[in-house]
């Protein structure tokens, strides 16, 4: 049986297959280096630097937890030690929801490019815009040409 992806591009014309190419996905270490060019890249950039200095801080109190003489020194560096891991996990979190909103916005451009293909092939396509009241009863309905 044959792969769906192979499937979809034998499907599309030439144009869409040379255009979907050109919106392939960005490998994960492009979309991480994505975050530091949008709009928080300094909020980003922070997160990242306080990510490498805990995880500095985790090399050095597990080091020290293993050196450690008494009990209540070592649960004292295990609790450091899982409190920065807490710390990395939420930092981390924070990463991948802002690739995340980097992949939707994308597949959002995606779609506005492909829609205005569609309404450029189209030219008698025509769209009813409809406006309501705020009570949700229908007002007037427009016909507009793309």
Excluded: C
């Excluded at 008494?70 to 295990?78: G, L, P, R």
């Excluded at 992949?103 to 995606?110: A, D, F, G, P, V």
């Excluded at 030219?123 to 009813?128: H, K, L, Q």
């Amino acid at each position: 049986m044959k792969n769906i992806d192979q499937m979809i591009r034998e499907a599309l014309g030439k144009e869409d297959s040379e255009l979907l190419e050109f919106y392939k996905e960005p490998a994960i270490h492009e979309m991480l280096m994505e975050t530091f060019r949008g709009r928080f890249r300094w909020i980003n950039a922070l997160a990242f630097t306080w990510t490498i200095l805990i995880l500095g801080l985790l090399v050095v109190l597990a080091y020290l937890f293993f050196h450690a003489q008494s009990t209540q020194v070592m649960i004292a560096y295990a609790t450091g030690f899982l409190w920065g891991i807490m710390w990395i996990a939420m930092l981390k979190i924070w990463f991948w929801l802002e690739m995340n909103k980097n992949s939707l916005t994308r597949e959002i451009k995606r779609l506005e490019l492909q829609l205005a293909n569609l309404s450029r092939r189209s030219s008698s396509a025509r769209v009813a815009i409809i406006s309501s009241k705020p009570a949700g009863s229908v007002r007037y309905i427009s016909r507009i040409a793309w």
